[in-house]
């Protein structure tokens, strides 16, 4: 046994503080959870939409990746199917808009029999390379957008479209 | 390009580009053993001008579908709207329909027949495939009528 024995009113002490503390706690938590959500938030959130093209099926070749999304216009709410334009680059994932920079027609990998190794877009003859850098002497006069894309469990998953970060 | 005040305003801007007018042609059957194959034709056609427009969102400018009766006076339709063409400065017109009469008629050039395909019960990637195979019979059409010297 030992010395210090706890008196009566020691124990009670003790007791409430804790008990205090755990309320105290019970209150504080959900406030401080929810101050801080909006941070937490953005890490985990971005609104990417998960595809089913196999990453381990993906080459240097551009291969065109569905995929669909729900569009609100107004009160009126449709399906919209979209595609992106997937290839690696070393490990790299690089995912194209195919929307044409000059009038928005929809550009096809390797679509001019003259030019296999470039984005080629039907309407007016425009041309991207690999990249999505616009062909100078074509119409189009700015490249190719990109979408953020992410290896999500082997399926690629394609984020916002940005302003096209490979050309220099 | 559709035919919306938005779109309309780039078209203006830039109508050198946008040479090419696409108008659906439906054929309206309220008849009760028609309604149904008549309101699948118009949401065939609906779909395939919708994928055709985002290939070619830049060179066309797809109106909304004209739609007349079964019955209707075709060759006056067909004049009405050439007349109506003329007006505009587009070098190529395409009328694109599920109606079997308008092969016969001479009024009209560029008239696209495609026999409709009931797409209602499938489900929705199925019923891509299917339109997106239904859109590469169309696209050469298009292609070739573009390449002609003018």
């Given amino acids: ?168 | 390009m559709h035919f919306t005040g938005r779109d309309i305003d780039q078209y203006i801007q830039q109508q050198q580009y946008v040479d090419t007018a696409v108008i659906p042609l439906v054929q309206l059957d309220l008849a009760p053993n028609g309604l149904k194959q008549s309101a699948s034709a118009s949401d065939y056609l609906q779909s395939l001008t919708n994928l055709l427009e985002k290939q070619f969102k830049g060179r066309i400018l797809l109106f909304p579908p004209v739609a007349y009766s079964k019955n209707g006076d075709r060759s006056r339709l067909a004049e009405e709207m050439n007349a109506e063409m003329r007006n505009t400065e587009f070098k190529h017109v395409f009328y694109i329909t599920t109606d079997a009469e308008w092969r016969t008629f001479e009024e009209l050039n560029n008239v696209l027949w495609l026999p409709a395909i009931p797409t209602e019960n499938m489900d929705q990637s199925f019923k891509l495939s299917v339109m997106e195979d239904q859109l590469r019979q169309v696209l050469p059409l298009f292609i070739k009528e573009w390449s002609k010297p003018s």
């Fill in chain 1, 1 to 168: 046994m030992s010395n210090n024995r706890v008196s009566r009113r020691q124990f009670l002490g003790y007791t409430l503080t804790g008990v205090g503390g755990f309320m105290a706690a019970g209150m504080l938590m959900p406030m401080v959870r929810f101050a801080v959500d909006p941070l937490l938030q953005e890490k985990a959130g971005g609104d990417f939409i998960l595809t089913d093209q196999k990453v381990a099926d993906l080459s240097e070749e551009p291969v065109r990746v569905d995929f669909a999304f729900e569009q609100v216009d107004a009160w009126y709410t449709s399906e919209v199917t979209s595609s992106a334009w997937v290839y690696k680059e070393g490990d790299k994932l690089i995912a194209l808009s195919p929307v044409c920079k000059h009038l928005g027609c929809t550009v096809n990998w390797g679509g001019d029999p003259e030019h296999p190794t470039q984005f080629f877009c039907p309407c007016h003859a425009g041309r991207y390379e690999k990249n999505g850098k616009n062909i100078a002497g074509t119409p189009p006069l700015g490249p190719l957008d990109e979408f953020a894309i992410e290896d999500r469990d082997g399926l690629v998953a394609l984020g916002a479209v940005k302003a096209n970060t490979l050309v220099k």
